[in-house]
């Protein structure tokens, strides 16, 4: 069974860069058939999607957040990372990695997702 | 960019009682890229349906979707205790969309 564990930031000052990371345990993180991503969940609000990367590499970004957001994938660790630099208060949230499936035309949804950690965007 | 949104914000339903879940999309989407998600306090969220109408591994029958074109709704049949929650539509292509969420109370 897939499980996805987020590590890295919790803490960060205005303008910093956070940086955190997902290790995947239990599958793989080559297969085509997945891909890996970041979503957030402000306090009391409903969740955004940051950014999503394919084995190949390719990565898509939220409109809203793409200047500043960086996932990459490492095959080799089975670990993809996100950074988000420029923070400010309103980045304050729980970040969750997850992974998306897809087969052919069909989205199989947000399948497995970590259990979230919480970054605080605070002086 | 694909604007998704839930109504009624909060639906205050009592145990046994049905729930009925709406999604709209700002324009068509492919029903094989709509998919539905349970959250509780606390949690991460859980995959409930894909593909519009498909329910995930372990769903309950209690749990149903529907919907085409711009307009999807979740249905729950008779609310159990655990149902309690928010539900969050998505919408999937180059870009993953989320909407606003439904919260269901306890009436």
């Known amino acids: 069974q897939v499980q996805l564990q987020e590590s890295g930031t919790r803490l960060v000052k205005p303008s910093e860069t956070v940086s955190l990371t997902c290790t995947v345990s239990?599958?793989?993180?080559?297969?085509?058939?997945?891909?890996w991503g970041w979503i957030r969940q402000p306090p009391g609000k409903g969740l955004e999607w940051i950014g999503s990367?394919?084995?190949?590499?390719?990565?898509y970004y939220n409109p809203s957040l793409k200047s500043r957001v960086t996932v990459s994938l490492d095959t080799s660790k089975s670990q993809f990372s996100l950074r988000l630099t420029s923070v400010t208060a309103a980045d304050t949230a729980v970040y969750f990695c997850?992974?998306?499936?897809?087969?052919?035309?069909?989205?199989?949804?947000?399948?497995?997702w970590g259990q979230g950690i919480t970054v605080t965007v605070s002086s | 960019e694909i604007v998704l949104t839930q109504s009624p914000g909060t639906l205050s339903l009592s145990p046994g009682e049905r729930a009925t879940l709406s999604c709209r999309a700002s324009?068509?989407?492919?029903?094989?890229?709509l998919a539905w998600y349970q959250q509780k306090r606390g949690q991460a969220p859980r995959l409930l349906i894909y593909?519009?109408?498909s329910r995930a591994t372990g769903i309950p029958d209690r749990f149903t979707s529907s919907g085409s074109g711009t307009d999807f709704t979740l249905s729950i049949s008779r609310l159990e205790p655990e149902d309690f929650a928010v539900y969050f539509c998505?919408?999937?292509?180059?870009?993953?969309?989320f909407g606003g969420g439904t919260k269901v109370e306890i009436k």
């Open positions: 593909g519009a109408s």
């Open positions: 239990g599958g793989s993180v080559s297969s085509s058939i997945y891909y």
């Open positions: 997850a992974r998306h499936t897809v087969i052919g035309p069909v989205f199989y949804g947000t399948d497995v």
């Open positions: 324009q068509s989407v492919s029903s094989n890229h």
């Open positions: 990367i394919y084995n190949s590499g390719t990565t």
């Open positions: 998505q919408h999937y292509d180059s870009s993953l969309t």
